[in-house]
């Protein structure tokens, strides 16, 4: 059975950092393309970073957020900071098994999601 569990969510002021952490387990990821994604109450679900062999954000997470991964743990990180209140949201670790159906970008495309971890940043 496949499995991710999303961890490191919390409560932190606005300028300060959180990391959050995908674990994933069930079946090896090294060939899955992996993604976070937000969602704030009354809000649609949105992508906010992705990795396969290359990273790529959301532009309103560029420069202030860093996704990684750890191919031989099977873990995948999102290190966030300069945190904005507009930041608060669950949080979402995702994966897409090859072949890679759409695009990276849309939530419909992936196959295996976390249950998510929230992330609350304070004014």
């Known amino acids: 059975q496949v499995q991710l569990e999303e961890s490191g969510g919390g409560l932190v002021q606005a300028g300060g950092s959180l990391q959050l952490s995908c674990t994933a387990s069930g079946r090896t990821f090294v060939n899955h393309r992996m993604a976070w994604f937000r969602q704030a109450p009354g809000k649609e679900r949105e992508f906010v970073a992705g990795i396969s062999w290359v990273a790529y954000y959301a532009d309103s997470v560029r420069g202030r957020f860093t996704i990684s991964r750890d191919n031989a743990k099977d873990m995948v990180y999102l290190q966030m900071n300069s945190l904005k209140p507009e930041d608060t949201a669950v949080y979402y670790c995702?994966?897409?098994?090859?072949?890679?159906?759409?695009?990276?970008?849309?939530?419909?495309?992936?196959?295996?999601w976390g249950q998510g971890t929230q992330v609350t940043v304070s004014s």
């Open positions: 995702a994966a897409d098994p090859p072949p890679y159906k759409g695009s990276s970008y849309d939530p419909v495309y992936y196959d295996y």
